[in-house]
């Protein structure tokens, strides 16, 4: 029990470490978009299957996200006294230039491009070089989480029957004019068959226990390994996944193409190193409390709370901007004991902190329950930007969703879900197939 005990505070320090370097705005997923569609694709195609594109890739959206509601309309800025609404652009096409400007959602269309038509850096090695055309979010400081949910949605969406029917009218009408046409990674192509090479694909971990771990035999194990195996073998690739610590894993992304890593925590900074494919674990952080009332936000909480937080730590300095009244101390343990001598009202951090600096022996961990949320911070199986084809990208995606709803995967992710619960006693729960490090209510 004392090795479990270990491990468990190992894995939550990790989270904890680099939650605290890279941290980001929660927003509930929201269910209501604006949306316009871009002109790119005007001058390639005829008018009538302008249109039809225009209309198959709202309707895929629509298919994809049915809980969600769309509205067409180019108002994107938020007016006084309205709520802003995150922007949709359906078939932009994605260009060096507007690359870091928007979350690129899926691929619709790809083209042969020229010095007329768009192209798109490292659309694949065929002969011939195109444009892909895409669903794209609007980056703002709180695109990220939709952008998330629409990419899982869509990615999923796209490895179903339904997508398959709804697709295949469109591939015959544009055939028409480009007799070439079918239907490859989620997308329609003008030219026919495109080439994402992965023969080359280097997987690393950084080592994460009971995430990816060695074991005593030196073979890496854990859920996040299991998981990527799966998606491998979606793939039909082999399932060899090297380690190495987190310097050299940065270092060889930012100068390699086709190095796929796990597990990264996502920020803005990142988004021109890596590409996102597909989210791995999430750690809810916020203001824990005894006895005290459930906030909406932490806007909500009183500024009369005197808060606690760890010493150096990026919340020391945002409980300070948010007007609270702020004790800082050296470690988790300390900042527990404050907790329950009542020397602050509620301490700025995460489940894994409480599980950290609380000791069940002496003290009633179980009174100390979330106050308000602040931010998630969420570790992604990624892949490297460095001329790494973008049609790479949507074969992990798509392969990433087959593998979550595989019965082997699930199968392991039951019995791990109940091990860790068991052995090691850390606050979890499981959405979708991606573990979330604290407890649902």
Not at 76 to 85: D, I, S
Not at 142 to 167: C, I, P, R
Not at 416 to 426: K, R
């Amino acid at each position: 029990m004392e090795t479990a005990r270990r491990v468990s505070k190992l894995v939550l320090v990790f989270f904890l470490f680099t939650s605290s370097l890279w941290s980001h705005t929660l927003q509930a997923k929201s269910i209501s978009f604006a949306y316009t569609f871009s002109d790119d694709l005007q001058a390639i195609v005829s008018a009538e299957q302008f249109n039809s594109i225009n209309a198959f890739a709202l309707s895929l959206l629509q298919s994809a996200a049915p809980t969600a509601s769309f509205e067409n309309k180019s108002a994107t800025q938020k007016q006084k006294g309205q709520a802003y609404v995150p922007h949709i652009l359906f078939n932009l096409v994605r260009t060096k230039e507007n690359e870091l400007d928007y979350n690129w959602i899926s691929p619709i269309l790809a083209y042969e491009c020229s010095e007329l038509f768009a192209c798109t850096p490292n659309a694949g090695s065929q002969e011939i070089d195109v444009g892909v055309a895409y669903i794209a979010l609007a980056k703002t400081d709180n695109s990220e989480h939709d952008a998330e949910w629409l990419s899982e949605k869509v990615s999923e969406y796209k490895t179903s029957s339904e997508f398959n029917a709804q697709v295949l009218p469109l591939v015959t009408q544009v055939s028409k004019d480009f007799p070439n046409s079918v239907e490859e990674y989620g997308l329609v192509s003008l030219v026919g068959k495109l080439h994402a090479n992965t023969s080359n694909l280097w997987v690393i971990a950084d080592l994460v226990p009971l995430f990816s771990d060695l074991s005593e035999r030196g073979e890496l194990e854990g859920i996040a390994a299991d998981f990527v195996r799966e998606i491998l073998h979606e793939m039909g690739m082999p399932d060899a996944i090297l380690s190495a610590p987190w310097k050299r894993i940065a270092k060889e992304a930012t100068t390699k193409s086709n190095v796929l890593v796990f597990s990264v925590i996502r920020t803005d900074e990142r988004d021109d190193v890596f590409h996102w494919v597909t989210p791995v674990s999430k750690n809810l952080h916020g203001l824990f409390g005894i006895d005290k009332p459930r906030f909406a936000t932490i806007q909500d909480v009183p500024k009369t709370y005197r808060v606690g937080t760890l010493a150096q730590d990026y919340r020391y300095d945002i409980a300070l901007d948010l007007g609270f009244q702020v004790k800082a101390y050296e470690s988790w343990q300390a900042l527990v004991d404050g907790l329950f001598r009542n020397d602050i009202d509620v301490l700025f951090g995460s489940q894994g902190a409480v599980d950290i600096g609380c000791n069940p022996d002496g003290l009633k961990c179980e009174t100390i329950k979330l106050t308000s949320e602040y931010d998630i911070s969420t570790a992604y199986l990624a892949l490297s930007k460095t001329d790494t084809c973008v049609l790479v990208l949507e074969k992990l995606k798509l392969a990433s969703a087959k593998a979550r709803k595989s019965k082997k995967y699930n199968e392991q992710l039951s019995a791990w879900s109940e091990m860790v619960s068991q052995d090691f006693g850390i606050a979890h729960h499981t959405e979708n197939g991606v573990v979330h490090l604290w407890n649902p209510n």
